[in-house]
């Protein structure tokens, strides 16, 4: 693939401009050169290769959408409106500085539910652990959709003001969120606004119309790309329920309302759902007026692929999260699906991989690291449903990787829970290290070895990593190992 590279040099508080889908420079610390790809390819809009699409996944073809019957709302409350919720004093939305988190680059995320939360009481379930969680050392906690769905994993929103869900109640929801608050971890809300299940029809016999319901849009809130009356879709249609319309402006004073709402109810951070589904520039909106204290949003496509395998080259698929990125205004961050599609073809014997032509990390934190959120699994390509999923003999490398890496590390609940307390204690450790080597989202990275059974790299000054079965360890008397485990070891100084 040609591709014309340009660098610049940035000095801090200085912001460099190139072409419309060019990355901008970080605008944050320490002096760094970056490499931007400008002759990038059109944006592939497909999803992962071997990936069912969202909606096969969601169960619902050809599940028909439900009427509400006249006169029985299905709701905790009448119609006069939603509740409201007074937002802490020591959270006034006025001095909110909503690019603190990134600056300071110092977020452990977990993710707290799978696929099947929804069956295990799962309010309950997370409000005994979050000592655990908190002692563990994670900042954030991102919790399933909390508002009232059509599916009970919450992905079909429809009132989006009731906190009764199949996850449990709003009072347990309250006690969870105010507990966490008392450890000091945030919570992530999943905020889910691509699109809305409808309570009755109205254009063309669609489930258009959402009258007895707060929020009681009509068709004009519902895209004509699927079924309503408004403006068509400035992204990627999410076939078979009515995709809203954020080109309206009473939908968005609306949805900055109902985000107020949450950040009132004790939600700090957000975790957009589908961002390709709408424009960036309506994300940046949504967080300049309810101004979480961190964002991270799902742009999830296909990598590039020949034939059955993985391109060593995968610029135009980072480029393409980093456009989205910086449509926010450089307010949220994304999950780096990019180095997550590398990492688990590198692990089974291919880690040449986990250097990129011009020797930096492959993936996202190769080029912009404060804004991306590594991970290697989540309830869609792990879980039960499973559609790509990180090889489970190597995920304690994975591990090894992000954790000691630049860039936002993200932890699934399943690796942390479920996979008993030898891989919990393992991940602990290497996030310990993490926090006492002072790694951050933007550490520097020096790679010294990318073979076929070997990774190794220095991050920042004082830590070692080496992942793979090829053997390694740093030259001179002042590194000592800090932890190891199957195919992996890290070391300090």
Request: with cysteine; net charge neutral.
């Amino acid at each position: 693939m040609g591709y014309t590279e340009q660098k610049r040099t940035r000095e801090e508080g200085e912001t460099w401009r190139h072409k419309a889908k060019d990355r901008p420079m970080e605008t944050e610390e320490e002096k760094t050169t970056v490499e931007i790809l400008t002759n990038n390819k059109e944006n592939n809009l497909g999803g992962e290769s071997n990936c069912p699409s969202r909606l096969a996944q969601l169960n619902l073809i050809p599940r028909p959408l439900r009427p509400l019957k006249m006169g029985k709302l299905p709701f905790p409350w009448p119609l006069r409106g939603p509740p409201t919720y007074e937002m802490d004093c020591d959270e006034d939305n006025q001095q909110v500085d909503i690019g603190a988190t990134l600056r300071r680059g110092r977020e452990v995320l977990l993710q707290g539910f799978n696929w099947e939360s929804h069956k295990h009481d799962w309010w309950r379930n997370l409000d005994r652990k979050v000592p655990d969680i908190a002692n563990s050392g994670f900042t954030s906690v991102w919790l399933p959709p909390p508002t009232h769905s059509f599916s009970p994993e919450g992905y079909l929103p429809q009132n989006l003001y009731s906190l009764n869900s199949s996850y449990g109640s709003e009072q347990l929801l309250k006690q969870l969120l105010q507990k966490m608050k008392q450890y000091k971890v945030r919570a992530m809300a999943d905020i889910v606004i691509n699109h809305r299940v409808g309570t009755r029809q109205g254009h063309g016999g669609m489930y258009n119309r959402y009258d007895g319901i707060p929020l009681s849009w009509d068709e004009r809130a519902v895209t004509s790309c699927t079924g309503g009356l408004g403006n068509k879709s400035t992204g990627d249609n999410f076939n078979g329920v009515p995709n809203i319309d954020h080109s309206q402006q009473f939908v968005r004073k609306d949805l900055i309302s109902w985000m107020l709402w949450l950040r009132g109810v004790g939600f700090q951070d957000f975790r957009f759902d589908f961002v390709r589904g709408y424009s960036a520039k309506y994300v940046k909106e949504y967080i300049e007026g309810a101004k979480p204290l961190f964002s991270v949003g799902e742009y999830w496509d296909s990598c590039n692929y020949h034939g059955h395998g993985l391109d060593y080259n995968q610029d135009s698929h980072r480029q393409r999260i980093i456009n989205w990125i910086d449509g926010t205004g450089q307010l949220s961050s994304a999950f780096d699906f990019t180095t997550k599609g590398i990492l688990q073809e590198a692990v089974k014997g291919q880690l040449w991989r986990l250097r990129d032509a011009q020797g930096k990390p492959p993936g996202v934190i190769g080029w912009w690291p404060s804004r991306a959120v590594t991970f290697l699994d989540n309830h869609d390509t792990g879980s039960t449903q499973a559609h790509w999923p990180f090889p489970a003999n190597h995920v304690m490398e994975g591990y090894a990787y992000i954790l000691t890496h630049p860039g936002i590390p993200s932890v699934f609940y399943d690796h942390f829970y479920d996979w008993g307390n030898s891989v919990h204690d393992q991940i602990v450790k290497l996030m310990d290290v993490r926090r006492s080597q002072d790694i951050h989202s933007r550490s520097l990275v020096k790679i010294l070895e990318a073979q076929p059974n070997l990774y190794s790299a220095m991050v920042g000054e004082k830590l070692c990593m080496k992942i793979g079965d090829g053997s390694w360890c740093p030259s001179g008397k002042e590194w000592t190992l800090a932890t190891s485990g199957h195919r992996y070891a890290v070391w300090k100084k």
